[in-house]
């Protein structure tokens, strides 16, 4: 009875602290210069796609890589990207997105959705970069998670590849398209 007791407290503790989880998320994507709406929700969907060859005229393409290699959870997490303070897009499990950007420094961000479990970490990053025309900027979001008999801690990085790196694991992983919730 009493073991009852303790589990339906710890479930019932995990259940309310959800919303919190939620909230603090979107409050940190909202302080980083690259994100946007942090009530912004995306639907999204993965399949086998072709890159583009090369960029737009004038402009640069970005590549966003979601390795979720380190990510020993379910469900793994749905990331937002943003550039500029608008979100572009979102990704999805071991996935990849791309966009054109004009020459100039841009702010990147990437945020989870949604607090996906409970425990320590980051659930956003930042970063920025200068893009010239007609070059090609690969940038790797990484979702970790791991468990301890202590804790559970999560982290999520946003670093730029090398050329040859991303070009690696775009043709490993799939291309995600999504789109806003309504």
């Not at 499990?93 to 966009?99: E, H, K, P, R, V």
């Not at 010239?132 to 730029?160: C, H, I, R, W």
Request: aromatic content about 10%; hydrophobic content about 40%.
């Amino acid at each position: 009875m009493a073991r009852t007791f303790c589990n339906l407290v710890v479930f019932t503790i995990a259940l309310l602290s959800i919303p919190a989880l939620a909230q603090d998320t979107a409050a940190a994507a909202a302080g980083a210069p690259g994100c946007g709406d942090p009530d912004a929700k995306y639907q999204v969907q993965t399949a086998a796609g072709q890159p583009p060859a090369q960029a737009e005229a004038g402009k640069a393409l970005v590549y966003f890589i979601e390795n979720d290699s380190n990510f020993s959870s379910f469900p793994k997490p749905t990331t937002r990207i943003g550039v500029d303070g608008q979100w572009v897009g979102a990704t999805h499990g071991n996935s990849y997105l791309y966009f054109s950007v004009d020459p100039g420094v841009h702010h990147l961000c990437t945020s989870w959705q949604m607090g996906v479990i409970l425990g320590k970490g980051r659930q956003s990053a930042a970063a920025h970069f200068k893009a010239e025309a007609g070059g090609v900027y690969y940038f790797q979001v990484k979702n970790t998670f791991f468990n301890s008999s202590y804790s559970a801690n999560l982290d999520v990085t946003l670093a730029p590849l090398d050329s040859d790196e991303g070009q690696l694991l775009v043709g490993k992983y799939e291309l995600s398209t999504s789109r806003v919730k309504k």
